[in-house]
């Protein structure tokens, strides 16, 4: 695995209010080599702490965390990871180009970084001036264009896609397909599921500091949610035996099982109906988490 | 090795790049020009006295601003190294947590002697005006030697701010600020047993604070009291080991 949480706990120390705050409490994942996984939490469930203990930020108070096999604090296991924080946080006074300057530096490398270090990102003509003068959209690009120097083979990235536009987004998602196409690990929060379910092979869902799913993607998914069926009733002498409701010679009924489309069916056919079309509805990643969460809600 | 020399260097040309350019620089050697400025008025109402009222005055006013500017910039500098966030992208390179220290130190102590250097000359130039050439060098050396008391104390802000927030590590900073030089009148007091039974106690609380005595050369500037040599030794000493427990300190830091 290349990035690996066992049991990891974090209790932070004794406040003023003689409080110790719980951020996690048994988080549990591993992400595999040159996986793109996605991280799902609401506000407050764990995420972005439980990033700052695989970047190497803070240490779990139990259990294990490891980026490579090692203590994200080695040195060794940092080596070739590109990070993005979920709120940009950069030098403003500095400019964009002296920015990547300095990181290209940290990264270990002399001279100056690449001429085309911000193409990826699209600042390349921007790269001059003060961050200051940036938008906040541009702000992020640019954490993420830091987070993508040196071309790292894991990225992680914390809410990469929060407060850009769709052009932003649909930047961010492109570059993200392409790092995960060329072999990159990539790790990423997001509160878009749409974006999860389009962008990763798995995911892990934590909740109040605990891992409440890890795997794959279409596992969570699972089943279905329903079927939805289109009649042509101008031949049914009643349609509201079969719960319909005809407009302009159709009629539609959902039914949520196997079993329900099957007497549906038989009961449509014996009606004299002729069925228009058949679709299956699967849940949205969206509605998964929400009736994951909903069933381990006690 | 040299990859730690290398992100040391990256990350001081950065925070020294970042506190030149914000407000706080250059408000507080404002606010160093304006008390020279202040420094001759009170000097002239010294009557008969007014080149020593000046040096003494000046360098005290120019040794005040250099060390606020010190502290202020270790514990709440805009640079790379103070916003947690900024911190962690920081460190999720690979780099040691101790080069995010020593850049931060080399960066403030190196501001803050250019500071003195321009708030030196201001006063040096003022002062050769009225007392002569010979004079006016002495009084910018000491001015110089004077940013000493500010590379001690950054020492100090730093170790604070190793562990604490921004606004604990500043209040604490200028505390020790204000003890550091009060450590004549602290030794005598304690000399006369005046805290009674806490007197060892507190005896070695002061052993640990810096002495910031060693650092007003305005004796010296007036042909007495030792040379600067002696001052620049104690802050290399006490700096060194200050910024050495402040990057031990920081490496076990959690950033929550």
């Given at each position: 695995m290349v990035i690996e949480f066992q049991k990891v706990g974090k209790v932070l120390p004794t406040d003023v209010k003689g409080r110790r705050p719980v951020l996690l409490r048994e988080i549990s994942f591993g992400v595999g080599a040159g996986v793109c996984h996605g991280f799902v939490g609401a506000n407050g469930a764990g995420k972005s702490s439980s990033i700052r203990i695989a970047v190497g930020a803070m240490r779990p108070t139990t259990g294990t965390a490891r980026l490579r096999g090692l203590d994200p604090h080695d040195l060794a296991a940092r080596r070739g990871l590109g990070y993005a924080p979920d709120v940009v946080a950069l030098?403003?006074?500095?400019?964009a180009r002296e920015t990547i300057a300095l990181h290209w530096r940290l990264l270990g490398h002399r001279g100056a970084p690449p001429e085309n270090a911000l193409d990826v990102v699209e600042l390349a003509d921007r790269s001059r001036e003060p961050i200051s003068a940036f938008s906040k959209g541009m702000a992020q690009r640019l954490s993420l264009g830091l987070a993508l120097l040196g071309d790292p083979d894991i990225l992680i990235l914390d809410e990469p896609m929060s407060g850009l536009d769709p052009v932003g987004r649909d930047l961010v998602r492109r570059i993200i397909r392409e790092r995960h196409a060329g072999g990159a690990t990539v790790f990423f929060s997001s509160h878009v599921l749409s974006d999860i379910e389009d962008l990763c092979t798995e995911v892990t869902v934590i909740e109040k500091g605990t891992t409440r799913y890890s795997g794959r993607v279409d596992a969570l998914l699972g089943g279905t949610v329903g079927h939805r069926v289109t009649f042509d009733t101008r031949d049914v002498a009643d349609p509201g035996a079969l719960g319909l409701e005809p407009k302009d010679g159709r009629g539609v009924r959902v039914v949520d099982t196997d079993d329900a489309l099957v007497d549906l069916l038989q009961r449509a056919r014996a009606a004299g109906a002729r069925i228009v079309g058949i679709e299956t509805e699967r849940p949205t990643l969206e509605q998964a988490v929400v009736a994951l969460v909903a069933r381990s809600t006690p | 090795m040299s990859a730690w020399f290398l992100a040391v260097a990256a990350l001081t040309r950065a925070t020294t790049t970042a506190i030149f350019r914000s407000r706080i620089y250059v408000g507080l050697i404002a606010a160093g020009a304006l008390l020279v400025g202040l420094a001759l008025m009170l000097a002239e109402l010294a009557v008969g006295e007014m080149v020593t009222s000046l040096v003494d005055i000046g360098l005290a006013f120019i040794a005040l601003v250099i060390s606020m500017l010190a502290i202020v910039n270790v514990c709440s500098n805009p640079a790379s190294n103070s916003n947690p966030r900024q911190v962690i992208t920081i460190l999720s390179?690979?780099?040691?947590r101790s080069a995010v220290v020593v850049a931060r130190f080399l960066a403030v102590s190196a501001l803050a002697v250019v500071a003195s250097l321009l708030l030196g000359a201001l006063l040096a130039v003022v002062v050769g005006v009225i007392g002569g050439p010979a004079l006016a060098l002495r009084t910018f050396v000491a001015a110089l030697a004077g940013s000493l008391e500010s590379v001690v104390i950054a020492s100090v802000a730093l170790l604070l701010w190793s562990r604490l927030g921004t606004t604990t590590a500043l209040t604490l900073a200028i505390v020790v600020f204000l003890l550091g030089r009060m450590d004549t009148t602290t030794v005598e007091l304690l000399d006369k047993g005046t805290f009674g039974p806490a007197t060892p106690l507190l005896r070695g609380v002061a052993h640990l604070l810096p002495h910031l005595s060693h650092f007003d050369l305005t004796a010296w500037v007036h042909g007495g009291g030792p040379a600067p040599a002696w001052a620049a030794l104690y802050a290399a000493g006490y700096a060194t080991a200050m910024v050495v427990l402040a990057a031990r300190l920081y490496r076990d830091r959690d950033f929550t």
């Open positions: 030098d403003t006074s500095l400019t | 390179r690979p780099i040691e």
